[in-house]
């Protein structure tokens, strides 16, 4: 258990890190576009900083591993929401995004619940398991994949409406933590696949499972989806959205699919349920747009009023009180020099 908890927070701070140097490479490019896969992965080859970010969430990937051979999925996933934590203090540290009040108060509630889901840990009564019924994992992944496909396309129309409120990436987070969710359940089915004695067998038992193709799918996927939305929104709100639906996403469907059971002590129990409400939580009180959208919007909205027309003055003297007169021509040109000349009414034909 201690070594699952810590390979957990390892890979936390290796998530955490990565997301923000990427992000911090982001800023520095040009605009990616999701209709465009090629171009945008050429853009981000180029960039040695995103490089470097993408090489830190691939360690926390292989992290992933050691914690869901040492820990139940439920209780590895809530771990992983704590990440949210780390998060939030780097972007604030390296990228200057302001937590809102509503995010603060999630930071409190993400360590709570940090503290419920350990103590709800034991060695000596966990269950957990190392396979899954393919028929079961491929009904579970593959409409979840689409719909992850579906919210992603829903959203980039949506942002390119006319008069719409800039959004804090919450549609985009939700497309891609299904994506994660599915490639949670892929890695939990490659650790459970791992023996370290016959190095043969166990590629030749990743090989021959449906593990690589759900990575492969949701690896390629999920770069595209993720380096799009992330350059358009905060950091400190999108990965956030994205980890809370891969948490709920991998706890319910994997505990379908792995039949891990709960515990059974009421005690240990409501601590697991518990966290795992907290974290539910946190999603629903993140703001569904940036701070002050709705302001700005409703500025752009009113028309302009129109300027109050002026009291025709009636000839004479007093139409010099009008307080915007005419411009008048440069001294020592006269106003008829201002005029375009006027045809004359019998102009001699040329020969």
Not at 202 to 221: E, H, K, M, N, Q
Request: aromatic fraction near 6%; hydrophobic fraction near 50%; glycine fraction near 8%.
């Amino acid at each position: 258990m201690v070594w699952g908890v810590a390979a957990a927070l390892v890979a936390n701070l290796l998530f955490s890190a990565g997301f923000v140097i990427e992000k911090r490479a982001l800023s520095a490019l040009p605009p990616l576009s999701a209709g465009r896969p090629a171009r945008l992965v050429l853009h981000l080859l180029r960039s040695p900083l995103w490089i470097l970010g993408a090489a830190a969430l691939l360690l926390g990937f292989a992290a992933q591993l050691l914690v869901y051979r040492t820990l139940p999925l439920v209780a590895a996933q809530g771990l992983f929401v704590t990440g949210l934590v780390m998060l939030l203090l780097l972007s604030a540290l390296f990228l200057g995004e302001r937590a809102s009040g509503r995010e603060r108060r999630g930071m409190v509630a993400i360590v709570a619940a940090l503290v419920m889901l350990v103590l709800s840990l034991r060695d000596s009564t966990e269950t957990i398991s190392r396979a899954a019924p393919v028929p079961v994992l491929l009904a579970l992944c593959v409409p979840s994949l689409a719909l992850g496909t579906v919210l992603f396309l829903s959203a980039e129309r949506r942002s390119r409406r006319r008069h719409r409120l800039p959004t804090a990436g919450v549609p985009y987070g939700v497309a891609v933590g299904f994506l994660y969710g599915v490639s949670s359940l892929a890695i939990k089915g490659v650790a459970g696949l791992l023996d370290p004695a016959d190095p043969t067998g166990t590629a030749r038992a990743v090989l021959t499972s449906p593990y690589p193709w759900i990575l492969l799918f949701t690896g390629s996927t999920g770069l595209v989806f993720s380096q799009t939305a992330l350059q358009r929104c905060r950091a400190s709100l999108i990965v956030p959205v994205v980890t809370t639906v891969n948490f709920l996403f991998a706890t319910v469907s994997g505990t379908v699919a792995f039949d891990e059971p709960l515990p059974t002590e009421p005690l240990r129990l409501g601590l697991r349920l518990g966290g795992a409400v907290v974290a539910v939580a946190v999603l629903v009180a993140l703001p569904r747009h940036e701070p002050g959208a709705d302001a700005d919007a409703g500025t752009r909205a009113l028309p302009a009023a129109p300027a109050p027309a002026r009291a025709a003055l009636p000839p004479g003297p007093s139409a010099s009180a009008d307080p915007d007169p005419p411009a008048l021509p440069p001294a020592g040109r006269p106003l008829s020099a201002t005029l375009r000349p006027a045809p004359p009414e019998h102009a001699p034909e040329r020969p």
